[in-house]
C-alpha cells in the first residue's frame, strides 16, 4: 500500500484536451483527504489468498477467476460486486477498512500531482504501457514505470473498478474526493477506470471514464484496493 498525500487537483479533462469526452467534464476542483492506495492492481496471488482464507461475507469468490493465469498478473474476469465482496473480506481478515477508492482518488492518484493527459506525459507509448493488444494479454503487475507517487498499472494492463455510481458528467459531483453514490437507489452501473491492454491510448488518459454494468466481468476488468486508516495514524 503506498500513502497518497492529501491535497487538491483539477479532475476531468480541460476542453483543450485533445480526445476528451463531455463524460470528463466539466473540469473541476477536488479536494482530497490522505489515502493509502494499492500500489498494484489486485493480483491473482492476493485473491487467492484472501479467498482461500475467509468465509462469504455477501457472495461466493471463485478461488482462479482469471483467463490469463499467473500469481503476479491482475485478477481479472471480476465483476463490481466480486469487488465489494473481496474488500469486505479483506477488511475482516486485517480489521482495518479496505475499499475500492472513489472515482476522485482513483484519478487523484493517477494524476500524482501531474497535469497532462497521461501521468508520463501528453502521449502514451507502448514501452511505458500495457495497451492497444501490443502484449494481447495482461502483463505482471509493476512490469512498467510507476508514477511519482509509486502506483504501477494506473495506465493500460486493466481496467480498475471504482465505487461510484455512473454520472454523465460531473455535473452535481462531491468536491471532497468521496464517492458519487445515487442515494436510496441500487444503480445497476459503476464506473471502471484506466484503460487495459486490449484499448486504444486515448482512453488510457488519467481523465477517462467509463461505465460498466456492476455484474458484467472481462479478461480486462480488474481493481485495486484503497485503506483510510484512522487520524491518529494518519498524522504519525
Known amino acids: 500500500m503506498m500513502r497518497i498525500p492529501a491535497g ?18 466539466p473540469q473541476h476542483r477536488v479536494r482530497v483527504a490522505e489515502f493509502f492506495m494499492g ?28 483467463e490469463f493465469k499467473g500469481d503476479d498478473r491482475p485478477v481479472e474476469q471480476v ?15 486485517s480489521k482495518k477498512d479496505y475499499r475500492l ?5 482513483w484519478e487523484y492518484a493517477c494524476r500524482a500531482d501531474t497535469e497532462t493527459a497521461y501521468h508520463l506525459g501528453p502521449i502514451l507509448t507502448k514501452d511505458v504501457a500495457n495497451y492497444g ?11 512498467y514505470p510507476a508514477n511519482r507517487w509509486g502506483l504501477y498499472d494506473m495506465h493500460g494492463n486493466v481496467y480498475e473498478w471504482c465505487e461510484d455510481d455512473w454520472h454523465v458528467n460531473y455535473n452535481g ?16 452501473n459503476k464506473i471502471r477506470r484506466g484503460g487495459s491492454w486490449f484499448d486504444v491510448p486515448e ?8 461505465l460498466n454494468s456492476r455484474d458484467f466481468c472481462l479478461s480486462d476488468f480488474s481493481f485495486r484496493v484503497c485503506c483510510v486508516l484512522p487520524s491518529i495514524l494518519l498524522r504519525s
Open 8 to 25: 487538491e487537483f483539477m479532475m476531468g479533462a480541460p476542453e483543450d484536451e485533445p480526445d476528451a469526452f463531455y463524460r470528463e467534464q
Open 39 to 66: 500500489q498494484t492492481p489486485v493480483t491473482q496471488a492476493q485473491w487467492r489468498a484472501v479467498v482461500r482464507n475467509s468465509e462469504p461475507i455477501d457472495r461466493e469468490l471463485k478461488p482462479d477467476p482469471s
Open 79 to 93: 465483476n463490481w460486486d466480486d469487488a465489494q465482496e473481496f474488500c469486505r473480506r479483506l477488511s475482516a481478515l
Open 101 to 105: 477508492p472513489s472515482e476522485a482518488q
Open 133 to 143: 493488444e501490443s502484449v494481447g494479454q495482461t502483463t505482471d503487475v509493476g512490469t
Open 173 to 188: 459531483v462531491p468536491e471532497d474526493g468521496s464517492a458519487w453514490i445515487i442515494t436510496g437507489k441500487d444503480n445497476l
Open 203 to 210: 482512453n488510457c488518459r488519467s481523465a477517462f471514464r467509463d
